[in-house]
């Protein structure tokens, strides 16, 4: 029988020693995303802060949640792919907010997660290049939905009504990681 990662999280011997739920599918997404595929031996770590030791107490509750990670790994990709990726359901906007805060600490982990991949990213899509302006438009997304304080003043000083630039970028997010995740695999396979 498989264990969730909402098992795994849920286990109090394990508190605050893990990226929270939506850290860890934001910093999945990034890796899912990658255009060239990164083993998760190479990045698992980084979901409990990098340390060489990880702080399961038993090698199979360590199988359980690398067993997880990479399930949800195998879903996300596919499902950027088949441009079916959405958001997670706990991942919304806020009238009061902006987003909730599930939906920043997502784009918190999808940015984390987005460093590791960062050089190849920007090999395959030079400063200069028309695939550079969409891979900054979506970094740029996800920067304005982790730190909306900012993004909202940002936009009102050029502007634009904030809240309702909020709903398009969070609505067009889906398809831009889609998008970007093809992209890059057809770049790299050239």
């Known amino acids: 029988m498989s264990v969730s990662l909402e098992d795994v999280l849920n286990n109090p ?8 739920q939506s850290q860890t599918l934001g910093f999945v997404t990034a890796m899912a995303t990658a255009p ?3 083993n998760p031996t190479e990045w698992l770590a980084y979901l409990w802060g990098g340390d060489e030791t990880s702080p399961f107490e038993s090698h ?3 199988e359980d949640y690398a067993n997880a990670i990479v399930d949800i790994w195998n879903d996300t990709r ?4 088949e441009n079916t990726w959405q958001w997670p359901s706990f991942c919304q906007l806020d009238e009061q907010e902006i987003v909730t805060p599930e939906t920043r600490e997502f784009t918190e982990g999808l940015l984390q997660g987005w460093q590791i991949t960062q050089d190849d990213w920007q090999n395959l899509m030079p400063e200069d290049s028309q695939d550079n302006a ?3 438009g979506l970094l740029l997304s996800i920067s304005l939905l982790y730190d909306p ?8 000083e ?6 309702a ?5 969070f609505q067009a997010v889906p398809a831009m990681l889609c998008g970007i995740t093809q992209r890059g695999q057809i770049l790299a396979a050239e």
């Open 13 to 20: 011997e394990l508190n605050n020693k893990l990226l929270t």
């Open 134 to 136: 969409l891979l900054g």
């Open 165 to 169: 630039q909020f709903t398009e970028i």
């Open 149 to 156: 304080e900012t993004g909202l003043e940002t936009l009102s």
């Open 78 to 81: 596919q499902s950027l792919f």
């Open 36 to 38: 060239y595929l990164i």
């Open 158 to 163: 050029h502007g634009a009504d904030g809240l």
């Open 60 to 62: 199979q509750a360590f």
